[in-house]
């Protein structure tokens, strides 16, 4: 059987990307119209049992660097201010990067404060990256959770003692507790200079959790601890699993099938893949993501299996466009062999550069400024047949109010209404040629606007703005813009003729460039209402428009 310790070692350089805070109460409201929602939905009790949030237990997820779930876990579990606020935190392999947390509303403001301490996790704006997961994900997420009873050859993180937040291998219980195999550790307190010694370093006080009595197997550490000292484990580094190989303890070999995902490993559901197993070489596509494990879609139509991580390789192809997950290079795969890519990084001023990393540790991304053929058309004469009406005009009638064109419909505007500032959505009307007007009230509420005249657009007069605008007026109307340069109009102080790029907003992710620069008056233009994620996650990608055309 192959071993995944045979990769070489990774540098990791997580990427951190800029994301919003979100708010940091819920309102009891806004909590009985989500059971509501929830009891409208069909399901048994004991899934109501884990889905429906209570006033005082609301399930967050706080963002991390990458490999780091675990030590995150380890400190939310340690600390002792937040013993009366913390219900439980666990990390999930699904979802790398989060670590979620089920706390009191109450102590909000106290684990903010305690995850702002903690330099494994990402912050933004001088706060940590922390939001509340979305009532229609807790069910999932609770699944997701690694629950199981922890057997022999499981590995596990030790969350007290001298080896806090190492990673170990279950070698034997007992009625105490567990006997953990670590790496022993060099403490800072050894005198510089000194000869080495020949066996791990021994505290000289016990420590909780964990017995004083440590012994050594194989080059491992055999440490004693009890029940609620130790974690199951969601991923591990590369070099640490590379150090229990090559100990070549018998219990780290049989262990080996269980062993977590690598931290520098990447996986996701859709992607096709190879497993090496000796016993059952095939190819399929992953199924679902567990824990120490994948569920694959065997492309022989024999079903899905299940497979551990170190049976498990990426299938790409020579001309793959790749992301490096862990440091964020891009480029296209040049060749490929058992366990390693080569890609071809091409940069805007004509050089390029080589890289190599594990394949495991590359997923495949979009080439930038892909020309999507849907955006574009193909000139053909029209056949057209007199004993056949031709189908109605799709132009509109400019003389009514801008709010009225139905090319506009569900788009979201920032507004003016008696000099207020206000949000307006156009709906579909009972008349198909004419869009309704409806204001917001609240977040839930929206009401008619009788008089459309009253409706004054917000236009982007201000050129340091990096917000998403649509286009309101003229043969472009309904298209999704972001800046690229403006010139003021002499003749108006008020007036800015801009530049400015189409984009594809798209969930989750930044806008898609569609390739399109058009030349608008700042009355043709609108702001969109469009939510802080969305502007914090697009922030630079509105920078880097205005900085590509400065040069």
Known sequence: ??????????????????????????????????????????????????????????????????????????????????????????????????????????????????????????????????????????????????????????????????????????????????????????????????????????????????????????????????????????????????????????????????????????????????????????????????????????DDASGVRRFPYIVVDKIFAVGDFVRWVDTGREGVIQHTNQFHVTALQLYEDGHHEEFECAKNSVIKALPPKLLDPLLYTISAPIVQYPSLPLPPSQSHDSSGHWTSDPRLVGREFRIRIGGKAKVVMLQKGANDDVAQAYVRRGKRKLELMADRKLIEAMHPANPRNYERWIVIEGEHTGKYVRSIRYNRVKESKESIQWTVATVEPIIGECDKLTGENLDLDSSCLCLEAENDTSKWRNMKFSRNLREEARR
Request: net charge negative; aromatic share 6%; with cysteine.
């Open 1 to 298: 059987m192959p071993m995944i310790f045979e990769y070489p070692l990774l540098d990791i350089d997580t990427k951190s990307s800029a994301a919003t805070r979100h708010k940091n109460e819920c309102s009891v409201e806004m909590y009985e119209r989500d059971i509501e929602c929830a009891i409208e939905q069909p399901c048994s009790p004991t899934t109501l049992s884990h889905v429906m949030p209570s006033p005082e237990g609301r399930l967050w997820r706080v963002k991390c660097q990458r490999g780091c779930e675990d030590q995150v876990v380890v400190g939310l579990t340690k600390a002792n201010a937040l013993k009366d606020t913390l219900i439980s935190v666990f990390a999930i392999s699904a979802a790398r990067t989060w670590v979620y947390i089920r706390i009191q509303l109450s102590g909000l403001s106290i684990v903010k404060a305690f995850l702002a301490s903690l330099t494994a996790v990402i912050q933004s704006h001088n706060s940590p990256v922390l939001e509340e997961v979305p009532f229609e994900e807790h069910a999932r997420t609770v699944k997701m959770r690694n629950d199981k009873v922890l057997q022999v050859h499981d590995w596990v993180v030790v969350t007290e003692g001298i080896y806090e937040g190492a990673l170990g291998c279950l070698v034997a219980s007992h009625e105490c507790g567990w006997n953990v195999l670590v790496i022993p550790r060099t403490f800072p307190h050894e005198r510089q200079g000194a000869r080495p010694h020949g066996k791990a370093v021994i505290p000289n006080s016990p420590t909780p959790g964990c017995s004083s009595k440590l012994d050594v197997d194989q080059g491992l550490l055999l440490l004693e601890c009890d029940h609620q000292s130790v974690l199951p484990a969601t991923a591990a580094p590369l070099e640490v699993l590379a150090l229990f190989q090559q100990s070549e303890h018998p219990t780290v070999i049989a262990a080996q099938a269980q062993a977590p995902c690598p931290a520098e490993w990447c996986f996701e559901v859709g992607e096709l893949v190879a497993v090496s197993d000796a016993m059952h070489p095939c190819v399929g596509h992953i199924f679902q993501i567990n824990n120490n494990d994948l569920d694959i879609t065997l």
